[in-house]
């Protein structure tokens, strides 16, 4: 069946580092990929997504690029704020059925220091 | 709009005992899925619904576990008895087909 695989956690930078939170999946067709976000307390939201090989999705200056040839959806963003605290998630949807279900990662945990 | 609401955000209970989570989803969505959150299996779907028929349950892990949605503003998720090992986040979500999922900020249960 389909499944997210994430990189092991927590991690813990300094306030404007580079960040990258790796993700691959395995999935049959043609899946559509997405990361979520869950702030302390809260419920997840969805941070950005990407429909089809070579999109690139992109919000609050995270950027993910879907390959396809690796089946990789890695998580980036130039320079991380201490408000980017937060557990984050890659899932995946196969886009089959009427509604089609998320799969997701076990999310990692991201704090960064001021 | 107030986005999904579930209730109790956090519940206590004993073993043995009747657990019964609440959710009202966003108005005009038709598909609402329940998920269980832990720190050993992460975020697992339970069941959804589609215009409040039961489309999948094969995550629900057990007769104890069952869910209703008795119209388009409300859905329950029973546990029945109660277990330790069902402490966990129950999160609700709802969406328009194909569309963002919209999560609620999540019930905290401890069975004791």
């Known amino acids: 069946g389909d499944s997210v695989t994430q990189m092991e956690g927590p991690v813990t930078l300094s306030e404007e580092a580079f960040l990258t939170i790796n993700c691959t999946y395995t999935?049959?067709?043609?899946?559509?990929l997405f990361w979520y976000v869950q702030y302390p307390g809260e419920g997840l939201q969805l941070l950005l997504k990407a429909t089809k090989a070579d999109d690139k999705g992109s919000n609050k200056g995270f950027e993910a690029t879907y390959r396809k040839e690796t089946t990789s959806f890695h998580l980036e963003k130039g320079s991380v704020q201490v408000s980017d605290s937060a557990v984050y998630f890659c899932a995946l949807s196969d886009n089959t059925g009427a509604n089609s279900k998320l799969t997701f990662g076990k999310g990692i945990t991201l704090s960064v220091r001021p | 709009d107030a986005g999904v609401i579930q209730s109790p955000r956090h519940e206590v209970t004993e073993m043995g005992q009747e657990v019964t989570l609440r959710c009202k989803p966003i108005?005009?969505?038709?598909?609402l899925f329940w998920y269980r959150q832990t720190m050993m299996r992460g975020l697992e779907l339970l069941i959804y619904f589609n215009n409040n028929v039961p489309i999948d349950d094969s995550g629900m892990p057990e007769d104890r576990f069952s869910a209703k949605m008795p119209n388009a503003s409300f859905s329950t998720l029973k546990i029945q008895p109660s277990e330790p090992r069902d402490s966990a986040v129950y999160f609700c979500a709802s969406n328009q087909l194909a569309a963002e999922q919209f999560f609620g900020p999540g019930t905290r249960l401890t069975v004791l």
């Open positions: 999935a049959t067709g043609y899946p559509s």
């Open positions: 108005s005009g969505h038709d598909y």
